[in-house]
DNA sequence: AAGTCGGGGAT
DNA sequence: ATCCCAGACTT
């Protein structure tokens, strides 16, 4: 498939360029596979950045597979809080304690036993291989198909998983069986700094020369991605509700879907139930009586397929305790040690 | 193949 | 506003 291409110039181009511009990241410092494990998944649809004072914060509270494997879940997503996806921290957690029962504590460098692991995917199994391991597997991510797409030309689009196949076949053409490990965080490095989705800076690319979009003066229109459409919105009141001992009443949400076991202030889907409806309503869901109080704001949290518009309402109850298991009454010093989703730690600021 | 699952930063 | 980020899982 790659007639007239120099694989071992293009390697070495890259290995070399990696080798001088790599930037200084807390899980190289070693190859320690749990390191490299947990970067990973931090790094899954999120920016090297964001994750960074996370990964060291989690290393600090968990810094080997048993510390996470007896950890509480949600010590776990308090850790995690903010960064996003948090069934991500759940899987992790899961695949931990499955690495601590079956392996005995250590990872394993098989791909079939790693694959096999909650929340280990294809780009994460050859990630850890080639990174941990120096195996030769490719690790294929939105970097390295951008990267790819321009070098190689190819005008298909990657939102569908037979292309990403294709381009894990080019991987294992192309990268080093000297340094894997190098040539997979090469590929990536360099689609975070050079061969960025916008005005790429091709003057300054170790393998311009390689690269057809280039020469055809096209990487701008490279990689080919179909839109995914655009987000519902969902109208919420969501309720501050305060009683006389300055407590508030925070409610689990399910331990399924979205922002699985974390808390938030309870949330009445309005369109639904109907304002002249709400006391009622909360009175009989929850058993809790409540008066609805002045409103306290607008707050928009946009999620990648919903859209939250809360309306922020204050409220009392008399009652001094909750019966219903989803729910707590905490003062605020108590409500920080629970995870909460960003959207309801902004409702925070409107406490007081 | 399409939908679900967060949040932030760059443009 | 739109895109996209070191994607995986469910249906």
């Excluded at 494997?69 to 069934?87: F, H, I, P, R």
């Excluded at 991987?171 to 005005?199: H, R, W, Y």
């Excluded at 790429?200 to 020469?215: D, G, I, N």
């Amino acid at each position: 498939m790659l007639q007239q291409f120099n694989i071992s110039a293009f390697q070495q181009d890259l290995l070399r360029w990696y080798e001088t511009s790599k930037r200084n990241l807390p899980w190289r410092k070693d190859q320690d596979p749990y390191k490299i494990w947990v970067s990973e998944i931090m790094l899954q649809q999120t920016k090297v950045d964001t994750v960074v004072p996370y990964f060291e914060r989690f290393m600090n509270q968990f810094p080997t597979v048993y510390d996470l494997a007896d950890a509480n879940e949600q010590e776990v997503l308090k850790v995690w809080e903010g960064l996003g996806y948090y069934s991500r921290a759940r899987n992790l957690q899961n695949a931990v304690r499955e690495v601590v029962a079956t392996y005995n504590g250590e990872i394993p460098s098989s791909p079939d036993q790693l694959g096999a692991l909650k929340g280990v995917g294809p780009y994460t199994k050859g990630a850890i291989l080639s990174i941990a391991f120096n195996q030769p597997e490719p690790a294929v991510d939105g970097n390295v198909m951008r990267v790819l797409s321009r070098v190689l030309k190819i005008e298909e689009d990657i939102a569908i998983p037979r292309v990403k196949k294709l381009f894990e076949s080019y991987v294992k053409e192309l990268i080093s069986k000297e340094d894997p490990s190098s040539f997979n965080q090469g590929i990536m490095e360099l689609g975070a700094l050079v061969c960025t989705p916008k005005s790429p800076s091709c003057m300054l690319c170790p393998v311009q020369e390689y690269c057809k979009a280039f020469a055809e003066g096209i990487e701008e229109e490279l990689p080919i991605k179909s839109k995914s459409k655009k987000q519902k919105t969902v109208p919420y009141v969501a309720l501050l509700i305060c009683n006389n001992h300055n407590q508030y009443i925070i409610e689990k949400r399910s331990e399924k879907g979205l922002l699985a076991n974390l808390w938030q202030f309870p949330m009445v889907p309005i369109n639904e139930i109907g304002m002249d409806h709400l006391e009622n309503w909360f009175e009989s869901e929850y058993g809790v009586s409540i008066t609805l109080n002045r409103k306290q704001g607008n707050l928009k949290h946009v999620f990648s397929h919903i859209i939250w518009q809360l309306e922020i309402y204050e409220a009392r109850t008399n009652q001094q305790e909750v019966n219903d298991d989803r729910l707590k009454m905490v003062d605020q010093e108590t409500m920080d040690t629970f995870p909460f989703p960003v959207s309801h730690q902004k409702m925070m600021k409107y406490i007081g």
